[in-house]
C-alpha cells in the first residue's frame, strides 16, 4: 500500500505561484508512475500532469502545459506540481496519485492510490 498526503494549496491572485507537495509513506515511490488530478465542483476528475518513476518522461494536460511542472525526489519520496501563472480556471481540489505504469490512459479510474487532495483557489 501508498499511502499519499498532498500540502502546499492555498488561495492566490491570478498570475501567482503554488508549489504543491505530495509525500508518499509505506512504500518507495521509485516505483510508480506518479500523476497530479485535479477536480472542480460538479466537474470530473481531471488529469494534470503524470512523471515516470525515474523523472525522464513526463507529461502534461494542454490546458497545463509550459505554466505547470511536475517533479519528483525519489530519495525523499516526494513528489511536487509548480503551478506558475495560476488562472481562475485553475480552481480545484488537487489530487495526488501514483500507479505502477507511466504509459496508458490517463483516465483517473487507471491510478490506484490516491491522496486526500488539497484546495486550490485562484481569485481574479
Known amino acids: 500500500q501508498v499511502q499519499l498526503v498532498e500540502s502546499g494549496g492555498g488561495l492566490v491572485q491570478a498570475g501567482g505561484s503554488l508549489r504543491l507537495s505530495c509525500a508518499a509513506s509505506?512504500?518507495?515511490?521509485?516505483?510508480?508512475?506518479m500523476g497530479w488530478f485535479r477536480q472542480a465542483p460538479g466537474k470530473e476528475r481531471e488529469f494534470v500532469s503524470v512523471?515516470?518513476?525515474?523523472?525522464?518522461?513526463?507529461t502534461y494536460a494542454d490546458s497545463v502545459k509550459g505554466r505547470f511542472t511536475i517533479s519528483r525526489d525519489n530519495a525523499k519520496n516526494t513528489v511536487y506540481l509548480q503551478m506558475n501563472s495560476l488562472k481562475p480556471e485553475d480552481t480545484a481540489v488537487y489530487y495526488c496519485?501514483?500507479?505502477?505504469?507511466?504509459?496508458?490512459?490517463?483516465?483517473?479510474?487507471?491510478?490506484?492510490?490516491w491522496g486526500q487532495g488539497t484546495q486550490v483557489t485562484v481569485s481574479s
Open positions: 509505506g512504500r518507495a515511490i521509485s516505483n510508480y508512475a
Open positions: 512523471i515516470s518513476w525515474s523523472g525522464d518522461s513526463t
Open positions: 496519485a501514483a500507479r505502477r505504469d507511466y504509459s496508458g490512459s490517463y483516465y483517473y479510474t487507471h491510478f490506484d492510490y
